[in-house]
């Protein structure tokens, strides 16, 4: 079965850190282009940050602000988005997505408490 399945969401309060894990089965992640999107209750979904087919490109929306990372362990065929430095705004919930598959996680809550 092919599936994206995330974890590491939860509470943490203002300028604490979450690590997101996104673990892929089915499909290899070093073959796509990995996406971990967001949607807080009331907005669009959108995205967070990107990682290259090859692992050596990223990119990473304004509101990021050099606070978040997107990695991957390709011998766990996982995909990690480190956040720290967390505020209220960025309570949300947080889902992988596979581009070149068009698969997507269930999505893990996250909320930052002020």
């Known amino acids: 079965q092919v599936q994206l399945v995330e974890s590491g969401g939860g509470v943490v309060q203002t300028g604490g850190s979450l690590r997101l894990s996104c673990a892929a089965s089915?499909?290899?992640?070093?073959?796509?282009?990995m996406i971990w999107f967001r949607q807080a209750p009331g907005k669009e979904r959108e995205v967070v940050a990107r990682?290259?087919?090859?692992?050596?490109?990223?990119y990473y929306a304004n509101f990021v602000e050099g606070r978040f990372t997107i990695f991957r362990d390709s011998a766990k065929n996982t995909v990690y988005l480190q956040m720290n430095s967390l505020r209220p705004e960025d309570t949300a919930a947080y889902y992988c997505?596979?581009?070149?598959?068009?698969?997507w996680g269930q999505g893990t809550q996250v909320t930052v408490s002020s």
């Open positions: 990682l290259s087919i090859d692992g050596t490109s990223t």
């Open positions: 997505y596979a581009n070149s598959h068009g698969i």
């Open positions: 089915g499909l290899t992640i070093s073959d796509s282009r």
